[in-house]
Structures are given as C-alpha cells and as structure tokens.
C-alpha cells in the first residue's frame, strides 16, 4: 500500500513542484528576509523551525487532500474493510506524504545553511524532522476523525493551521505569551517541537506521555466517527 501511495504523490508534477520550488522559497525565505532585515542575520534556530513548519502544515494539507478525493468517491469502501484497514490506510499515506517531503527538507537546510553561512546541527535537524514525523502521524489521525463526521470542513481546518502556526512558537518563544495561551499552545505537539528546537535541554519526555494519550484518543475518535459514517451509509447516503 505505502509504494502504491507513494508512487501516486510522486507522479504528480504538481506535487514536486510544491516541495522543491514553493514551499522552500514561498513558506521560509519572506519571514527570513523579515528577521534579517530587522536583526542583521539570518537565525539557525528560525531556519530550522521554519523548515520544520513546513514539513507539517505540507503533510497535513496532502493528506487532507487526498482524503478528501478519497472520501468522494467509492474508494473509501475499500479501506473500511476491517477495523485497521482505515487506520493503515492512514498510516501508510502519512507515510508516504512525509517521506516525499522530507528530502526537500534537508536539502532547503543544507542550502540555506551555505547561501546565509549557517552553521545548522543536522543531527539535531534529524531529531526534530523525526518528532515532526510523529506529531504528523498523530494530527493526520485526530483529523481523520474529524473528516469522517465533517464533510466540508476544509475552511475551519485552513483557519485552525494559521493559527497553530500563531501559537506553537515558530518565529517567537511561547514564554513571550500570556500564561494562559502559553498552556494551551503546549497541549499541540508541534509546540512541543518547537520548543525543543530552541532549547535542547527542555525536558520532552513527560510530553511523550501526552503525545501516547493523544494517539489513544484519536484512535478511539477515528472509530467513533467510522460507526457514525457506515451507520448513515456515507456522507451522501
């Protein structure tokens, strides 16, 4: 299933040309040149994060996508099967999604690390690019869920990313919010993310608690809303 996925996001011309031309120029090089001509310099730790964010908010877009064609047609019958087909199926495309966009990654960090003189940890990169890995395969569940119950709800959904992206600390410390927002951007795991990226020392292994209870949860949302969705024979039936 992964290789068939796979193949189907790679034969797209569409789909390479968003990863290797517009998101590692359209979604990282306007807030550098931002900080750059506020500060000076071009920020190891703001490339990386800004990489970082567009690994996710790219993954989880593709997947939402091609759900949603999925969901449009008869094809989903074929991944409600069994009671884990669905959830390999998910699994899988995430998969498939991530490790499309994951070279591009690492080469748009490689080059801005030469272009702007960084001096970028790679296996620190690694680290990061694997939790966003992780927080990617738990979103793409919770969204699942959500998608089964809520045909038409790409909007909410494209309003919910710009502000993820406001919380979860990609251009500024969390610690500069007011108490209350800063608890809850650190319920999202991409702020968990984020906030190692600045200070390696931040304990994230309790967090990895909360990220299994998420996991559980979503599970248990993915087959609520899978009873829901054969129980009214489909979102036209």
């Known amino acids: 299933m992964f290789r068939l ?81 669905l959830f390999s199926f998910s699994f899988f495309q995430t998969c498939a999604v991530n490790v499309l966009y994951i070279p591009s990654l690492f080469i748009t960090l490689f080059l801005y690390n030469i272009i702007f003189n960084l001096k970028i940890d790679f296996a620190f990169a690694c680290l990061c690019v694997f939790l966003v890995f992780i927080n990617n395969l ?45 608890y809850i951007a650190r319920i999202l795991p991409i702020t968990n993310i984020m906030e190692f990226s600045y200070s390696p020392s931040v304990e994230i292994t309790h967090r990895f608690v ?12 993915v087959r609520s809303s899978k009873r829901k969705y054969l129980h009214s024979g489909g979102f036209y039936g």
Do not use: H
Request: charge should be positive; proline fraction near 4%.
């Open 138 to 182: 738990l979103m793409s569940y919770i969204l699942l869920a959500v998608q089964m119950k809520t045909p038409n709800y790409f909007n909410r959904f494209n309003f919910l990313m710009d502000v993820i992206y406001a919380l979860c600390g990609v251009l500024y410390p969390i610690e500069i919010m007011p108490i209350f927002i800063k």
């Open 5 to 85: 996925l796979f193949l189907s996001l790679a034969r797209n011309k569409w789909n390479l040309v968003k990863i290797f031309l517009l998101s590692p120029f359209n979604m990282i090089l306007p807030p550098l040149f931002i900080g750059m001509a506020i500060s000076g310099y071009v920020d190891e730790g703001t490339t990386l994060r800004l990489c970082l964010w567009s690994c996710f908010s790219f993954s989880i877009f593709e997947v939402v996508n091609r759900r949603m064609e999925t969901f449009n047609t008869e094809k989903i019958q074929d991944v409600m099967i069994s009671a884990t087909s």
């Open 210 to 221: 909360m990220w299994v209870g998420f996991f559980v949860l979503s599970f248990l949302l």
